[in-house]
C-alpha cells in the first residue's frame, strides 16, 4: 500500500514557474513506476509526465514538453514536477500516481495503482 500527498500548487501568472511535490509512504517507492497527471474542470484527466522506476527515462505530453520536468528521489520517497512557462490552460489539479506493476510509466490513467488526492494550479492571464 502507498499513500501519495501533493504539494505545492497554487496561483501564478503567465510565464512563472511552480514545482509539485509527491510524497510517498512506504518502502518500496523506487519499485513503482511513478506519473503526474491532470484534470481541468469540464475535462477528462490526461497525462502530463512520468518517470521509469529507475530514474532512467521520462516521458512528456507534447503540450508541457520542454516546459515541464519530472525527477525522483528515491531517498526522499518524493516525485517532482518542476513547471516552467506556464500557460493559463496548464490551469487543472494535479495528480500523481504510481503504478506498482510497470518498468516504464503508462499514459492511461487506468494503469495506476494509487493516486493522491491533487493539487490545484491556477495560471492566470
Known amino acids: 500500500q502507498v499513500q501519495l500527498v501533493e504539494s505545492g500548487g497554487g496561483l501564478v501568472q503567465a510565464g512563472g514557474s511552480l514545482r509539485l511535490s509527491c510524497a510517498a509512504s512506504g518502502r518500496t517507492f523506487s519499485t513503482y513506476a511513478m506519473g503526474w497527471f491532470r484534470q481541468a474542470p469540464g475535462k477528462e484527466r490526461e497525462f502530463v509526465a512520468g518517470i521509469s522506476r529507475s530514474n532512467g527515462r521520462t516521458y512528456y505530453a507534447d503540450s508541457v514538453k520542454g516546459r515541464f520536468t519530472i525527477s525522483r528521489d528515491n531517498a526522499k520517497n518524493t516525485v517532482y514536477l518542476q513547471m516552467g512557462s506556464l500557460k493559463p490552460e496548464d490551469t487543472a489539479v494535479y495528480y500523481c500516481?504510481?503504478?506498482?506493476?510497470?518498468?516504464?510509466?503508462?499514459?492511461?490513467?487506468?494503469?495506476?495503482?494509487?493516486w493522491g488526492q491533487g493539487t490545484q494550479v491556477t495560471v492566470s492571464s
Open positions: 500516481a504510481a503504478d506498482q506493476f510497470s518498468w516504464s510509466p503508462s499514459q492511461s490513467q487506468h494503469d495506476y495503482d494509487y
